[in-house]
């Protein structure tokens, strides 16, 4: 059955295009929710780690912990700045479909290494059914996949390369 032209909701063959174009916000509005959790965990583990005491002193006062939010941290901000870039070339109308891969990519494995830690850190209490740190864990692995898992994302990264390479 053929569609009339006047329903058609672009000019017709450029479905993929438009599909696209929606995939790339998607992944791009993703990557902005990751980063947002691991802000939320992050601050969940450090006042965690701040009132925590092993071994005579608070969680946060060691140095593997306090090493380690602060990398996650790094990482988060470097996250951030990468993914207001790629809002930005959506607000210009360029393609950004590479680019908000990448930031969806390294997003949602931010958010997997930050739940790991919040959970590493609360140890077996983290594991409470229905709890915040089993919740963000859980929901830190469902964003892995939401608009692609990692190994589409890098398929679409390697498929569309660097625009000065």
């Known amino acids: 059955m053929l569609v ?8 017709s063959g450029s479905g993929y295009e438009a599909l696209t174009r929606v995939f790339t916000r998607e992944r791009a509005f993703l990557a902005a929710v990751c980063a947002a959790s691991v802000k939320t965990m992050l601050d969940e583990a450090t006042t965690y780690a701040r009132g925590r005491i092993v071994l005579g002193r608070p969680l946060l006062q060691h140095q593997a912990t ?3 939010l602060a990398e996650l941290d790094a990482e988060l901000a470097l996250v951030e700045q990468y993914t207001g870039a790629v809002f930005d070339l959506l607000d210009e109308e360029a ?3 590479r680019q908000a891969s990448i930031a969806k990519l390294r997003a949602s494995r931010l958010q997997r290494e930050t739940a790991d830690l919040l959970l590493q850190l609360h140890g077996g209490a983290g594991y409470l059914d229905g709890g915040p740190v089993e919740r963000a864990y ?3 692995r469902a964003y892995g996949l939401a608009g692609g898992a990692d190994e ?4 679409l990264i390697v498929g569309h390369p660097r625009a000065d390479a």
């Open 152 to 155: 589409a994302l890098l398929h």
């Open 4 to 11: 009339p032209e006047e329903n058609l909701l672009g000019k």
């Open 95 to 97: 393609a950004a479909l």
């Open 138 to 140: 859980r929901d830190a």
């Open 66 to 68: 306090a090493f380690r």
